[in-house]
C-alpha cells in the first residue's frame, strides 16, 4: 500500500512561497494564513469531519501520521504534499519531548517550547529538505515562512480571514504550523486524562522518509 497524499492537491488558487504551500488553517495563532471558521459547538478536533469546511492541512497531518511514518519513500506531487511532510516531522519532534511519565501540563511546556524555538525554512543550510523544497525567491517571502509572533492574550476574538488590520504581511505561516500542530497533538496525546498515550508515544522513534527537523 502506498503512503498517502494531501487531500488538498486539488486545491486552487492557493498561495506558494517557493514549491511550499501556504493553504488555509482553523488557527487562533495570527499570521498570514487564511483562517478557516472554528469548529461548530459541540465538534471536537478529535471527531472532525474530513468532508466539513473546518478541516485542515493540520487535521490530515495529525490523521495521517501513524500511516505515513511507516514510508521511507514518498512521491511529492504538489505542495501541499510538502506541508504535510512538514506537519508529519514536527509531530514526530514533538513526540520525542514527550517523556511517559510527563503530566500533561510538562508536556504542554515541553512541547509549546519546541514549536515557539528557532527553526529552518527551506533554503537555509540546516534545512534537512532542502533537495525536495525550494528556497523562497525574496526576503520577504523567506519571513512569512519563518518570523514568530506570540498569539493574541484573547485568541477567541480573531478569527480572520486574512491577518488582522495592520499586521505586516512578513509573518508566521511555519511558525502558525508549529503552534497549532502542538496543540492538537497535545489534546490527542493526553485525550485519556493527565498520562499520556502509550500508543502514540509508540510511534517516537519512526522517522517518515527517514527525515527529522
Known amino acids: 500500500m502506498p503512503a498517502y497524499h494531501s487531500i488538498f492537491l486539488q486545491d ?15 488557527t487562533r495563532t495570527r499570521g498570514p494564513a487564511y483562517t478557516l471558521q472554528p469548529l461548530p459547538a459541540g465538534t471536537s478536533d478529535l471527531d472532525i469531519d474530513p468532508n466539513g469546511g473546518s478541516y485542515d492541512p ?12 511507516f514510508f521511507r519513500n514518498f512521491e511529492i506531487k504538489g505542495p501541499a504534499d510538502r506541508l504535510l511532510i512538514y506537519g508529519i516531522l514536527f509531530v514526530s519532534e514533538c513526540l520525542t519531548k514527550i517523556r511517559p511519565a510527563m503530566s500533561a501540563r510538562e508536556a504542554e511546556k515541553a512541547v509549546t517550547t519546541a514549536a515557539l524555538d528557532q527553526f529552518s525554512i527551506p533554503g537555509d543550510p540546516g534545512f534537512p529538505l532542502n533537495q525536495l523544497y525550494e528556497a523562497p525567491h525574496n526576503k520577504n517571502d523567506a519571513e512569512t515562512l519563518r518570523q514568530q509572533v506570540p498569539p493574541f492574550p ?29 496543540i492538537r497533538l497535545l489534546a490527542r496525546v493526553y485525550a485519556g486524562g493527565n498520562t499520556p498515550s502509550k500508543w502514540w508515544l509508540s510511534f517516537t522513534k519512526r522517522r517518515f522518509m527517514g527525515k527529522s527537523l
Open 12 to 26: 486552487q488558487d492557493v498561495r506558494i512561497i517557493g514549491n511550499f504551500a501556504l493553504l488555509p488553517l482553523r
Open 58 to 69: 493540520l487535521d490530515e497531518v495529525l490523521s495521517l501520521f501513524r500511516a505515513n511514518t
Open 154 to 182: 484573547d485568541q477567541t476574538q480573531y478569527y480572520h480571514l486574512t491577518a488582522p488590520t495592520g499586521f505586516p504581511t512578513c509573518s508566521i505561516y511555519i511558525s502558525q504550523v508549529r503552534q497549532e500542530l502542538a
